[in-house]
């Protein structure tokens, strides 16, 4: 290019001079001169026949195109651009569509209603769109979506032999092709269906998920396990190596320390929560940590999030629980049918419903304590026993369901496990 302003001919030379201003402009970030340098000449004689020019010019189109149309990266998450991952995007998006899920919102007014639907389907939108490889390719290169998919067609019909050629004349119109399907409330929640009903949802935080019952008849007894699951190391590590033999003079044997009681009125090491009602640190709220430890004399858990380490209260805490299993519902078709809890939120007179997102059906539905059985590991809150009332208010975990008698066993303390009626539970 260089070369050419000092040997080419004066048109020559004011052809490369714009193509250089107009990198100087894009550098700058003043993508409309630049647009504007490379136009005023493509309008001068035989400009369009040199290819340099025309490329650069159509170049300029989509960086001004790119720089001024929504940015998909930034609506699943203000910390995205370009150069996240599949695990980044993945990561950002669970985040986003936990925090906006319309179920979340129905205890709210209208319009916090209508602004969570609407932020549903853009989050599910730009996230299914940036998720197919190509799409995603073409749109990083700066096309929009009407001319991803006029790509996306033109590469169809050239392998079927239609040979449709390029879009002939300077890209930015030139249509015939849908820009993509527009992403309505059925569709959306489609995509976070499917997307909670591959992997682990929450296997990037590690632990486990909680066990689980879905999917067994009715009357079966399903044992989820002893104390013993509860976390923590078998037996006492130190005993086995703090023996009397092998010390040299014969030195006394030392007495292992007791391990700590077992606790089972607080969320179990490794416990999945997501992160709610956070004040001083706003910007946290809807992450998914895993519980490390619970302090007692501080009264908070320590969760890790993220590489980092958050001392939070259980009321700022929501249990993520796979494997739970709807129980006489109102309607034949969600019977026995399991899922993944992601939260809880009051209907319009208070009482709490569990929102569980069924992958199956690619729905998600708002149930009632009573019509819900929990996985063993979860932690519950003990409500409205009559016959002992003594027992109201204590926490306990689940540690397994009797389908015929339909209570739960529910440890309180290494001595205390009493069997209770699904409305006498309550998710911590």
């Given at each position: 290019?260089?070369a050419?302003l000092?040997?080419?001919s004066d048109?020559?030379?004011?052809?490369v001079?714009a193509?250089?201003?107009?990198e100087?402009?894009?550098?700058?970030?003043?993508?409309?001169?630049a647009?504007?340098?490379?136009?005023a000449?493509?309008?001068?004689p035989?400009?369009k026949a040199?290819r340099?020019?025309?490329?650069?010019?159509?170049?300029?189109q989509?960086?001004?195109k790119?720089?001024?149309r929504?940015?998909?990266y930034?609506i699943?998450?203000?910390?995205?651009d370009e150069?996240?991952?599949?695990?980044?995007?993945?990561?950002a998006?669970?985040k986003?569509a936990l925090r906006?899920?319309?179920?979340?919102f129905?205890?709210?007014?209208?319009?916090?209603?209508t602004?969570?639907?609407?932020?549903f389907k853009?989050?599910?939108?730009?996230?299914?769109?940036?998720?197919?490889?190509q799409?995603r390719?073409?749109?990083?290169d700066?096309?929009d979506?009407?001319e991803?998919?006029?790509?996306l067609?033109?590469q169809?019909?050239q392998?079927?032999?239609?040979?449709?050629?390029?879009?002939?004349?300077f890209?930015?119109?030139g249509?015939?092709?849908p820009?993509?399907?527009?992403?309505?409330?059925?569709?959306a929640?489609?995509v976070?269906?499917?997307?909670?009903g591959?992997?682990?949802?929450?296997?990037?935080?590690?632990?486990?998920?909680?066990?689980?019952?879905g999917g067994?008849?009715?009357?079966?007894r399903?044992?989820?396990g002893?104390?013993?699951?509860?976390?923590?190391?078998?037996?006492?590590?130190?005993?086995?190596?703090?023996?009397?033999?092998?010390?040299?003079?014969?030195?006394?044997?030392?007495?292992?320390?007791?391990?700590?009681?077992?606790?089972?009125d607080?969320?179990?090491t490794?416990?999945?929560?997501?992160?709610?009602?956070l004040?001083s640190?706003?910007?946290?709220?809807?992450?998914?940590g895993?519980?490390?430890?619970?302090?007692d004399?501080?009264?908070?858990?320590?969760i890790?999030?993220?590489?980092?380490?958050?001392s939070?209260k259980?009321?700022?805490l929501?249990q993520?629980l796979?494997?739970?299993?709807?129980l006489d519902?109102?309607?034949?078709e969600?019977?026995?049918?399991?899922g993944t809890?992601?939260?809880?939120?009051?209907?319009?007179t208070?009482?709490?419903?569990?929102?569980?997102?069924?992958?199956?059906?690619k729905?998600?539905?708002?149930v009632k304590?009573?019509?819900?059985?929990?996985?063993?590991g979860?932690?519950v809150?003990?409500?409205?026993?009559?016959s002992?009332p003594?027992?109201?208010g204590?926490?306990?975990t689940?540690?397994?369901?009797?389908?015929?008698?339909k209570?739960?066993?529910?440890?309180?303390?290494?001595?205390e496990?009493?069997k209770?009626?699904?409305?006498?539970v309550e998710l911590?």
């Amino acid at each position: 290019a260089n070369a050419a302003l000092y040997h080419g001919s004066d048109a020559s030379r004011g052809r490369v001079a714009a193509r250089l201003g107009a990198e100087a402009l894009q550098g700058l970030g003043r993508y409309a001169d630049a647009l504007d340098l490379l136009e005023a000449q493509l309008e001068k004689p035989d400009a369009k026949a040199d290819r340099d020019l025309v490329d650069a010019y159509r170049k300029a189109q989509r960086l001004l195109k790119k720089a001024s149309r929504p940015d998909l990266y930034k609506i699943v998450s203000p910390d995205l651009d370009e150069s996240a991952d599949e695990a980044a995007l993945k990561k950002a998006y669970k985040k986003a569509a936990l925090r906006w899920h319309p179920d979340r919102f129905a205890a709210k007014g209208e319009a916090e209603q209508t602004k969570a639907a609407e932020e549903f389907k853009r989050i599910n939108d730009a996230y299914e769109f940036l998720t197919d490889p190509q799409r995603r390719r073409l749109w990083d290169d700066g096309y929009d979506r009407e001319e991803v998919e006029q790509q996306l067609e033109m590469q169809k019909q050239q392998r079927q032999g239609g040979g449709m050629g390029g879009f002939g004349g300077f890209p930015g119109g030139g249509g015939g092709f849908p820009g993509g399907a527009r992403m309505d409330p059925q569709r959306a929640q489609e995509v976070f269906s499917m997307f909670f009903g591959g992997d682990d949802p929450f296997s990037d935080f590690g632990g486990g998920g909680g066990g689980g019952m879905g999917g067994m008849p009715g009357g079966i007894r399903i044992q989820m396990g002893g104390p013993g699951m509860m976390g923590g190391m078998p037996g006492n590590m130190e005993s086995m190596f703090m023996g009397g033999g092998g010390f040299p003079g014969g030195q006394p044997r030392r007495r292992a320390s007791r391990p700590e009681p077992k606790r089972f009125d607080v969320l179990r090491t490794g416990a999945q929560v997501m992160l709610h009602g956070l004040v001083s640190a706003a910007d946290r709220n809807d992450e998914v940590g895993v519980v490390e430890r619970y302090d007692d004399g501080r009264g908070r858990y320590q969760i890790k999030v993220e590489g980092d380490v958050l001392s939070l209260k259980g009321a700022n805490l929501h249990q993520l629980l796979r494997g739970v299993r709807l129980l006489d519902v109102s309607k034949p078709e969600l019977e026995g049918k399991s899922g993944t809890l992601l939260g809880t939120r009051p209907d319009r007179t208070g009482e709490t419903r569990y929102l569980i997102n069924l992958a199956s059906l690619k729905q998600t539905v708002a149930v009632k304590a009573e019509n819900l059985i929990l996985p063993g590991g979860a932690l519950v809150r003990i409500r409205d026993v009559q016959s002992k009332p003594a027992l109201n208010g204590k926490h306990g975990t689940i540690q397994s369901w009797d389908g015929a008698a339909k209570r739960y066993v529910v440890q309180i303390t290494p001595a205390e496990a009493p069997k209770l009626k699904l409305a006498n539970v309550e998710l911590v």
